[in-house]
T-cell receptor, first 113, second 114 residues
Framework: KAGVTQTPRYLIKTRGQQVTLSCSPI?????VSWYQQTPGQGLQFLFEYFSETQRNKGNFPGRFSGRQFSNSRSEMNVSTLELGDSALYLC????????????FGQGTRLTVV | AQSVTQLGSHVSVSEGALVLLRCNYS??????LFWYVQYPNQGLQLLLKYTSAATLVKGINGFEAEFKKSETSFHLTKPSAHMSDAAEYFC????????????FGKGTRLHILP
């Protein structure tokens, strides 16, 4: 069974640009969550999607958005990039709810210059 | 709302010594509790989880954790540290019976001294 796949693994963008990150969950998993990981703040919850609907949202500005497709694949978009958006973005998938085990991808390392 | 506090952002132990990583949680309802491990440039991997069955939970790689409701703690232990245990460890909480997010602690980096 393939694991959670995140693409791309590494990305360098310029301030003001926008970026789209992709996450393919484990087959059969319907819940996809996104986290931002930085040395200072640790792992911060961005949002969770379940059956194409955003079910939970963290405390991030509206520049951070996401969506989920009918095949459960998810994308995360960040517009008007700021230097502080440089981080490891992790995607996690689970069968139905967040109360079960979450399986993580290797992450996308975003660097904003 | 739930929260997690991990005591110590860095912990160093000698190879062969006891590993103890501390985690305290806050939750308004019975929690699910997790420990995850992250190796460099990798995602997180589940070590073990508590879901209201046994209070002593055994995980992979010889790790275990004990749920203590009276102390709102879920400390992670391993009797004898190996060099390969060097990694960052995250404690996490989720609220039982709710479609809620998993909240992570800030992590503890474990260093193993030869």
């Amino acid at each position: 069974k393939a694991g959670v796949t995140q693409t791309p693994r590494y990305l360098i963008k310029t301030r003001g640009q926008q970026v789209t990150l992709s996450c393919s969950p484990i087959s059969g998993h319907r819940s996809v969550s996104w986290y931002q990981q930085t040395p200072g703040q640790g792992l911060q919850f961005l949002f969770e999607y379940f059956s194409e609907t955003q079910r939970n949202k963290g405390n991030f500005p509206g520049r951070f958005s996401g969506r989920q497709f009918s095949n459960s694949r998810s994308e995360m978009n960040v517009s008007t990039l700021e230097l502080g958006d440089s981080a490891l973005y992790l995607c996690a998938s689970s069968l139905a709810t967040q109360n079960g085990e979450a399986f993580f991808g290797q992450g996308t390392r975003l660097t904003v210059v | 709302a739930q929260s997690v506090t991990q005591l110590g952002s860095h912990v160093s132990v000698s190879e062969g010594a006891l590993v103890l990583l501390r985690c305290n949680y806050s939750s308004s309802v019975p929690p699910y509790l997790f420990w995850y491990v992250q190796y460099p440039n990798q995602g997180l991997q589940l070590l073990l989880k508590y879901t209201s069955a046994a209070t002593l939970v055994k995980g992979i790689n010889g790790f275990e954790a004990e749920f203590k409701k009276s102390e709102t703690s879920f400390h992670l232990t391993k009797p004898s540290a190996h060099m390969s245990d060097a990694a960052e460890y995250f404690c996490a909480v989720s609220e039982m019976n709710r479609d809620d997010k998993i909240i992570f602690g800030k992590g503890t980096r474990l260093h193993i001294l030869p």
